[in-house]
């Protein structure tokens, strides 16, 4: 048994493992106290920081769509169309200007077809 649970156990990673403790109980020991883990959680203001990340963000809106229904699906889908009415009203005419005066540049793309012109002499 003992013989067996060394050669698959190196002495590095588990090195109470002929005692027949693991490595938690002796992590347990060097633990902080909950009072202290709590604190040290406010001093560093983890709970802000989390707040703010890119992830609680995701998963509380998440939990947002979660709790919808169909007429919220409706409503949040009409308000997008008016919001996208609105922004193409105002960027339209601005692309428009930007075209006539020269200072839009056309987007360079890298996979252009070659146009046949037909009835043009062959190169």
Do not use: Y
């Amino acid at each position: 048994g003992q013989a067996n649970q060394e050669s698959h156990c190196e002495a590095e990673v588990c090195p109470n493992a002929s005692k027949g403790t693991s490595r938690r109980d002796t992590e347990a020991e060097e633990e902080e106290a909950p009072k202290e883990k709590s604190r040290n959680w406010e001093a560093a203001k983890l709970t802000e920081i989390w707040e703010h990340s890119k992830l609680a963000k995701k998963l509380l809106d998440a939990k947002k769509r979660e709790a919808m229904n169909d007429f919220d699906r409706f409503k949040l889908a009409r308000a997008k169309q008016i919001r996208n009415r609105i922004v193409r009203q105002r960027f339209v005419p601005m692309l428009r200007k930007a075209r006539r005066e020269g200072t839009l540049k056309p987007k360079k793309r890298k996979h252009q077809k070659k146009r046949k012109i037909i009835g043009a002499p062959k190169a």
